[in-house]
T-cell receptor, first 109, second 113 residues
Framework: TQLLEQSPQFLSIQEGENLTVYCNSS?????LQWYRQEPGEGPVLLVTVVTGGEVKKLKRLTFQFGDARKDSSLHITAAQPGDTGLYLCAGDRGSQFYFGTGTSLTVIP | DTGVSQNPRHKITKRGQNVTFRCDPI?????LYWYRQTLGQGPEFLTY????????KSRLLSDRFSAERPKGSFSTLEIQRTEQGDSAMYLC???????????FGSGTRLTVV
């Protein structure tokens, strides 16, 4: 059973469009992180959110942690081909981070 | 410090052979994690060390898998009697006290034929 479910699993959009990726769980996390992974490489940390309701912005990326600290979303504005990759959320349950199922994003020029 | 280093990057082995992977974490990081990732999926936790102590192991880590971190620095992950189902990307990550996220290596891609 996957602790964190991400949706959609696959997303293919045109350059310039906006998109939102969701990360949902029935469990509460003390913090949640988003990573981006390119083929053949390890995940790279994008952001950590800690407080319920917290919103963080990283250039064209906006991350939100749910009020109950069970879910999160990632919104990308005006997507670019360089945003292509596997987006992973990961929740902190104490000793380790549990990773979501991933959203594979393709931005078409 | 060049980040987390994993060797080899790729390994092809015959079923039944033993393989060993190495991970060199960021030197200031006291925690080291091993994850396994199959194509299109998120990483699955295998085990983690705080300094030289192995503090937690996943049920995914069968008796054929063993991990060590002898001096609290580099770590090795050994798989004995490999099976085709072991084919995956094996990722190592390190952190300081689990805070501020993990820094991952580039992984070792294992193919068992």
């Amino acid at each position: 059973t996957q602790l964190l479910e991400q949706s959609p699993q696959f997303l293919s959009i045109q350059e310039g469009e906006n998109l939102t990726v969701y990360c949902n769980s029935s469990s509460v996390f003390s913090s949640l992180q988003w990573y981006r992974q390119e083929p053949g490489e390890g995940p790279v940390l994008l952001v950590t959110v800690v407080t319920g309701g917290e919103v963080k912005k990283l250039k064209r990326l906006t991350f939100q942690f749910g009020d109950a600290r069970k879910d999160s979303s990632l919104h990308i504005t005006a997507a670019q081909p360089g945003d292509t990759g596997l987006y992973l959320c990961a929740g902190d349950r104490g000793s380790q981070f549990y990773f979501g199922t991933g959203t594979s994003l393709t931005v078409i020029p | 410090d060049t980040g987390v280093s994993q060797n080899p990057r790729h390994k092809i082995t015959k079923r039944g052979q033993n393989v060993t992977f190495r991970c060199d974490p960021i030197s200031e990081h006291n925690r080291l994690y091993w994850y396994r990732q199959t194509l299109g999926q998120g990483p699955e936790f295998l085990t983690y060390f705080q300094n030289e102590a192995q503090l937690e192991k996943s049920r995914l880590l069968s008796d054929r898998f063993s991990a060590e971190r002898p001096k609290g620095s580099f770590s090795t992950l050994e798989i004995q009697r490999t099976e085709q189902g072991d084919s995956a990307m094996y990722l190592c990550a390190s952190s300081f006290q689990g805070r501020d996220g993990y820094t991952f290596g580039s992984g070792t891609r294992l193919t068992v034929v």
